[in-house]
T-cell receptor, first 111, second 114 residues
Framework: ETGVTQTPRHLVMGMTNKKSLKCEQH?????MYWYKQSAKKPLELMFV???????ENNSVPSRFSPECPNSSHLFLHLHTLQPEDSALYLC??????????FGEGSRLTVL | AQSVAQPEDQVNVAEGNPLTVKCTYS??????LFWYVQYPNRGLQFLLK??????LVKGSYGFEAEFNKSQTSFHLKKPSALVSDSALYFC????????????FGKGTKLSVIP
């Protein structure tokens, strides 16, 4: 049990669908992150939400849209995705800029 | 800019032997270095970090890492490998205290052979 819960664990969607990934942390942390993990590539930081800043990786396509309604919840809204977007999407949280606590990931397959 | 290199995609070691997983980094300024481990079908777990001070850092599960500024390296080590250590290991770096932007390496798959 990591304290960071991601749902769904697996998602299959067509290119015209709209879906959302959800992340919830129960650790009292004040920063939350979305990372993309593709095989044999470095983890790619997509978005960060913290009290001090919101960071967006400029290379992330606009078909990915984050939402952070409060410090415990983070969403990643997905629309008109491409097959190359298939990957493991990892949510993480931290207290200030300390070590990251990761969820178990949402495995996304785009057909 | 900051970057991390993990030169080995895979490391094989016999159970009971010492293991080393290599990491080199490039940052402007002082580095803040981390190691994470990922077991199959799981998220990443924090192992250890170097911020400042002693170059030898001890972490979870008997792992340690040595910071070498002149060689810009932060290799992960363990004196005696266990089969249960088999996993994917990631090195990460940030260049600025207070930065939320960690840069990760591609990962090294460690296989410990019984």
């Amino acid at each position: 049990e990591t304290g960071v819960t991601q749902t769904p664990r697996h998602l299959v969607m067509g290119m015209t669908n709209k879906k959302s990934l959800k992340c919830e942390q129960h650790l009292g942390h004040n920063a939350m992150y979305w990372y993309k993990q593709s095989a044999k590539k470095p983890l790619e930081l997509m978005f960060v939400y913290s009290l001090e800043e919101r960071v967006e990786n400029n290379s992330v396509p606009s078909r990915f849209s984050p939402e952070c309604p409060n410090s415990s919840h983070l969403f990643l809204h997905l629309h008109t995705l491409q097959p190359e977007d298939s990957a493991l999407y990892l949510c993480a949280s931290s207290l200030a800029w300390g070590e990251l606590f990761f969820g178990e990931g949402s495995r996304l397959t785009v057909l | 800019a900051q970057s991390v290199a993990q030169p080995e995609d895979q490391v094989n070691v016999a159970e009971g032997n010492p293991l080393t997983v290599k990491c080199t980094y490039s940052v402007s300024g002082n580095p803040y270095l981390f190691w994470y481990v990922q077991y199959p079908n799981r998220g990443l777990q924090f192992l250890l970090k170097y911020i400042t001070g002693d170059n030898l850092v001890k972490g979870s599960y008997g792992f340690e890492a040595e910071f070498n500024k002149s060689q810009t390296s932060f290799h992960l080590k363990k004196p005696s490998a266990l089969v249960s250590d088999s996993a994917l290991y990631f090195c990460a770096v940030t260049w600025r205290a207070g930065s939320y932007q960690l840069t990760f390496g591609k990962g090294t798959k460690l296989s410990v052979i019984p």
